[in-house]
């Protein structure tokens, strides 16, 4: 069975006491994950050790770095490696968020550079991908998803993608309180699939987590979640507070 991942992205919020306080109270709320169910934290770079010291011994409760380079290591000041994050133990690292497409100008191509390094050193890539409004009003997100994969995870080869993790991101639905709907989200993911099939192979691409991100709420998440192509999701907002990231988790499946 696939895992069902809840995971949380910070992006640039939080004072390390706050994102240690944060944890705590998530943890607090007890929420239990079976064994096919994962909760990851994608923090700050500055606030990992401290909130994976908090996570030390949870169950199935880990960390995400929120990006890293595309080369392997030299005079790249300010950026954070690959193999820097393995060796502090950092398991997943989101890679290629909207965020980072759209201000950093990170492209498909770059992208595919940095799934290669990330298995190079170990980590697992949480790859984002979605359309923005313009492509989902013109009615061509399916094609515009298909060629985001194509050029940045098609050179990988199946077993690289067995247990991958994609969360489709759809870009006018990110922090702007409009949700794809359920029906929406199961038809996307649905496709995705389907083009990671044709690419890998079934198994493989039954193998893979598909995340949903874009105003996921403690209100919307068991409905979103219970698509059968959706197997989690990709959490900001509300993410910041712990009773609501808590209720995200126990609505996975
Ligand atoms: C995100 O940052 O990936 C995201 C989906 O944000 P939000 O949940 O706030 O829409």
Redesign the pocket.
């Known amino acids: 069975m696939r895992k069902q991942i809840a995971a949380a992205?910070w992006?640039m919020n939080l004072t390390v006491q706050q994102a240690e306080t944060l944890v705590t109270d998530i943890i607090a709320a007890g929420v239990e994950l079976k064994p096919n169910q994962e909760a990851v934290f994608g923090v700050p770079f500055p606030y990992i050790t401290s909130v994976q010291k908090k996570l030390s011994g949870k169950k199935n409760m880990n960390i995400a770095a929120q990006n890293c380079y595309s080369k392997v290591c030299g005079a790249y000041t300010g950026e954070v490696s690959a193999e820097m994050l393995k060796s502090i133990g950092v398991p997943y690292v989101i890679i290629g968020?909207s965020e980072r497409r759209e201000y950093f100008k990170e492209s498909n191509a770059e992208l595919a550079e940095k799934v290669i390094i990330c298995f190079e050193f170990g980590l697992k890539p949480i790859f984002c991908c979605g359309e923005d409004l313009a492509i989902r009003e013109q009615g061509t997100q399916n094609d515009f998803v298909e060629t985001q994969l194509k050029e940045s995870l098609f050179h990988l080869t199946p077993q690289q993608m067995t247990g991958f993790v994609i969360a489709y991101?759809p870009i006018w639905?990110?922090?702007t309180g409009k949700t794809a709907s359920s029906a929406q989200a199961q038809e996307i993911h649905a496709h995705i699939r389907s083009v990671l099939a044709t690419q890998f192979g079934q198994d493989v691409a039954d193998s893979i987590s598909i995340l949903y991100?874009?105003?996921?709420k403690a209100g919307n998440a068991k409905e979103i979640f219970g698509q059968p192509d959706v197997d989690g999701g990709?959490?900001?907002?509300?993410s910041l507070v712990a009773t609501d990231f808590a209720t995200i988790i126990s609505s996975l499946k």
């Open positions: 992205n992006k968020h991101e639905a990110i922090g991100g874009g105003s996921v990709l959490v900001g907002g509300a």
